[in-house]
């Protein structure tokens, strides 16, 4: 099934089901935080860019601008900052639930941006809505309450963008029931 963002117009496939997808990989806090966040786009044609990572045995991503500049061949740069701040904000919800010794939480995460004209008529990213629902019914989770109250504070993306853009976010359990305010 399809679903169009209202505000990006980003068609997505919704699953039918959440899945989780395997046991968490441990990785040392220290060495997160040592490590460089370094990418090389290298430009294919037109507005088509390979984005790499650095990372070994990961493909680099093509990214695209829609059409008429681009060809609309992959996700623009719009959708990539929308995808990071949902990326981010759904692995640190993961994570303050696991410190709570809650280990299989399945989620579905879905963001849309909403895209304004500055003063200048250029078009900026003028916020960012961001639903994450839980697989699970809230009542069964250990400490639901404290792990919300903190994980949007552990976002390294969120807490950077919201500096320029508003960013709301609200979790959902399995029976659509608001678990934030």
């Given at each position: 099934m399809q679903?169009?963002?209202?505000?990006?117009?980003?068609?997505?496939?919704?699953?039918?089901?959440?899945?989780?997808?395997?046991?968490?990989?441990?990785?040392?806090?220290?060495?997160?935080?040592?490590?460089?966040?370094?990418?090389?786009?290298?430009?294919?044609?037109?507005?088509r860019f390979a984005v790499?990572?650095?990372?070994?045995?990961?493909?680099?991503?093509?990214?695209?601008?829609k059409p008429p500049l681009g060809r609309g061949a992959g996700p623009d740069s719009e959708q990539l900052l929308v995808a990071a701040v949902a990326n981010c904000l759904s692995s640190s919800l993961l994570f303050s639930l696991r410190?709570?010794?809650?280990?299989?939480?399945?989620?579905?995460?879905?963001?849309?941006?909403?895209?304004?004209?500055?003063?200048?008529?250029?078009l900026r990213v003028a916020g960012i809505e961001v639903a994450i629902r839980l697989g699970v019914a809230g009542s069964t989770l250990r400490q639901l309450d404290r792990?919300?109250?903190q994980f949007e504070d552990f976002c390294v993306v969120t807490q950077?963008?919201?500096?320029?853009?508003?960013?709301?976010?609200?979790?959902?359990?399995?029976s659509g029931a608001l678990l934030t305010t």
């Open positions: 679903r169009d963002g209202p505000h990006t117009g980003i068609a997505m496939k919704t699953p039918t089901s959440i899945e989780p997808i395997g046991p968490a990989q441990q990785v040392p806090l220290q060495s997160m935080m040592d490590e460089a966040n370094h990418v090389t786009l290298v430009l294919h044609d037109a507005y790499d990572f650095g990372l070994p045995g990961a493909a680099a991503l093509l990214s695209d601008v410190k709570f010794r809650n280990e299989a939480v399945p989620m579905r995460t879905t963001a849309d941006a909403t895209l304004s004209r500055n003063a200048q008529g250029r792990a919300l109250a950077s963008v919201r500096a320029a853009i508003p960013v709301e976010v609200r979790v959902f359990d399995d």
